[in-house]
């Protein structure tokens, strides 16, 4: 596991989360360390949290709601139209004897679940 970058990126991500890198070594196995991120990603969006109800009640599910709606609306229209591209790019691929069905599905798949994976990293990427 590498450490270094594994901290890094946490603090690019999680404004505010303390993680040293000899915690992480301690950690041993790759599930050890899970639990370890885990554990301190729960910590700073408790603390998140309840900044944000401080000043208004359920003030941080609103805001994670609104977050997470918006991502979805905009990858899912930027989704639709990487749909349309594939749709002409597999027919073109027709010549090359393939299953052009079989071949859209695939990649809208992976197009999908790059979507989501989108919708994941913006959501949490934006919210802290």
């Known amino acids: 596991v590498d450490a270094a970058?594994?901290?890094?990126?946490?603090?690019?991500f999680f404004e505010g989360i303390e993680v040293a890198e000899a915690e992480i070594e301690a950690a041993g196995s790759s599930d050890r360390v899970t639990a370890v991120v885990l554990q301190k990603v729960e910590e700073v969006l408790s603390k998140k949290e309840g900044e944000l109800d401080a000043v208004k009640d359920?003030?941080?599910?609103?805001?994670?709601?609104?977050?997470?709606?918006?991502?979805?609306d905009n990858l899912w229209k930027q989704h639709l139209k990487d749909m349309d591209f594939l749709k002409?790019?597999?027919?073109?691929?027709?010549?090359?004897?393939?299953?052009?069905?079989?071949e859209y599905q695939e990649?809208?798949?992976?197009?999908?679940?790059d979507m989501l994976a989108g919708v994941r990293r913006n959501t949490v990427y934006s919210f802290f």
């Open 5 to 12: 970058g594994l901290v890094a990126k946490l603090k690019q």
């Open 88 to 102: 002409e790019f597999v027919g073109l691929r027709s010549y090359k004897q393939g299953d052009p069905f079989q």
């Open 107 to 113: 990649e809208g798949y992976e197009l999908f679940e």
């Open 58 to 72: 359920a003030f941080a599910y609103e805001i994670e709601r609104y977050i997470t709606l918006t991502q979805v």
